[in-house]
């Protein structure tokens, strides 16, 4: 496995794949730690995690940079991305043991309650486009609720794997109850099937969501997926336009597109839609290539050679098939994996980038008469991950909300996680949730006690 440097195309290092044998030992020495780690109690588990907290923020430039090497994102982004990792850290380290208190119920007997247990090792089978933050984001709940932790990587970011897995050694928690596997993916179905592992978590795409489903099904294990996203931004003829814009164009061109809840898909009234388009366009355009590390780079390349083709290609199909470009919509020549920002209208249901997730920097514009057309635009699509809808009506904007289908909706602001809001899909988007109290449930056991 390699980790190449998605600006200058060079090898950071080499990885050697573990053996079916090495895997099976670090399953086995997991959950032999598990069995003695479920015993600790809330305090301890709080001070480690506190403890790791604290090391995110001592290390911060040096993971950021490892995040930037590996995947190609900004070095600023790379940086806030370490912060909220430590965020997510601190909010379990003092939530957990609240949202994992027994719960008192009503019944025939003298006393029934809910009690939560831990369910063991839990496999998590993780993307590079925030290589730390989905990682740790499955961790901290899943460590503070008294889980071990199992953790395949995407290739490209090894590095990125086995310092977390330092950071929870150095933060004092037992060696081996978090670990990296160093595995490709032909091999995940092995770790799944093994009888210690107790559940799967993925955070990827369609495909990658559905093969892992399949095998949690198979061999009937817990599973919670958060798959792709087509995130409809919605804009109301009332809204704030210049707010609007520069937030649309924000969401679109985090990670240079590359994330799963970024803006995707322009809904905005026809009355307003020029003036919409010239302001995107505008800021849009402002974006320049450069070297992610540096702090004057406004556009980063994306993760892989691939990806870009990936990218060319669903844009020139649509433009086959009648899209116009208003801006942007091809690559940028020279060393590097980088694509302009490009903003597509006149697309219609049945092109690639109205129908697909498009995991790159191009917006798609599209014009409605009304808002019962805006709602009926963003729930025509398969999935459901996040959504934004943008109105000065905030009665009229909770109304809305509630006839969107996806897993969340902010109105005026940013579609973001945050580890205080419960995160996940519906739809193609996948299924359970992460962060929150309902986050930290979804991997345990939740018994019914009765006494009498």
């Keep these: 496995m390699k980790s190449v440097n998605p600006a200058t195309g060079e090898v950071i290092q080499e990885y050697s794949e573990m053996s079916e044998v090495q895997v099976k030992d670090v399953i086995e020495l997991n959950l032999e730690v598990w069995k003695e780690y479920r015993e600790t109690r809330f305090t301890q588990r709080s001070q480690w995690m506190q403890n790791a907290a604290a090391l995110l923020r001592t290390r911060k430039e040096e993971y950021a940079r490892l995040i930037t090497a590996e995947m190609g994102k900004r070095i600023a982004e790379s940086r806030s991305e370490v912060e909220k990792c430590a965020w997510v850290c601190e909010y379990y380290a003092e939530h957990a043991e609240s949202m994992l208190a027994d719960e008192l119920m009503e019944s025939d007997a003298s006393k029934s309650m809910a009690v939560f247990n831990p369910l063991g090792p839990v496999l998590a089978v993780m993307p590079w486009n925030f290589p730390f933050w989905q990682v740790f984001r499955f961790a901290a709940p899943a460590l503070m609720a008294g889980n071990a932790g199992l953790l395949k ?87 704030d336009l210049e707010e609007a814009a520069k937030v649309a164009v924000a969401s679109r061109m985090i990670t240079s597109g590359q994330t799963c809840i970024a803006a995707k898909r322009f809904i905005v009234e026809e009355n307003v839609a020029a003036p919409f388009l010239e302001k995107v366009k505008t800021l849009m355009e402002a974006y320049q290539p450069g070297d992610p590390g540096s702090e004057e780079t406004s556009l980063a390349p994306l993760a892989r050679r691939d990806l870009v083709d990936d990218i060319e290609q669903q844009v020139n199909k649509s433009v086959e098939q009648g899209a116009e470009i ?23 249901k049945g092109m690639p980038v109205y129908m697909e997730e498009t995991f790159g920097p191009v917006a798609v514009v599209l014009p409605v008469k009304d808002e019962q057309e805006a709602i009926e635009v963003a729930n025509d699509s398969l999935y459901g991950l996040g959504a934004s809808l943008w109105t000065s009506d905030l009665e009229k904007g909770e109304e809305l909300a509630r006839k969107i289908e996806a897993g969340a909706i902010f109105i005026n602001g940013l579609v973001k996680s945050d580890p205080r809001l419960p995160f996940g899909g519906i739809k193609n988007s996948g299924y359970g949730r992460e962060l929150s109290g309902y986050g930290i449930k979804e991997f345990v056991n939740i018994k019914t006690v009765w006494i009498k």
Excluded: M, W
Aim: hydrophobic residues 40%; charged residues 15%.
């Design 326 to 348: 208003i801006s942007g919509g091809s690559r940028i020549p020279g060393i590097g994996n980088y694509y302009s920002p490009t903003i597509l209208t006149n697309v219609k």
């Design 153 to 239: 990587h995407a290739s490209n970011v090894q590095g990125c794997a086995l310092a977390i897995e330092q950071v929870f050694s150095d933060a004092g928690f037992p060696e081996n109850i978090f670990r990296s596997l160093i595995i490709s993916s032909s091999k995940v179905e092995a770790v799944i099937a093994h009888p210690a592992v107790r559940a799967v978590t993925l955070t990827g795409s369609e495909y990658a969501g559905s093969q892992v489903a399949s095998l949690a099904g198979k061999y009937l294990k817990k599973s919670v997926l958060e798959l792709g996203g087509s995130d409809p931004f919605i804009v109301l003829a009332d809204a």
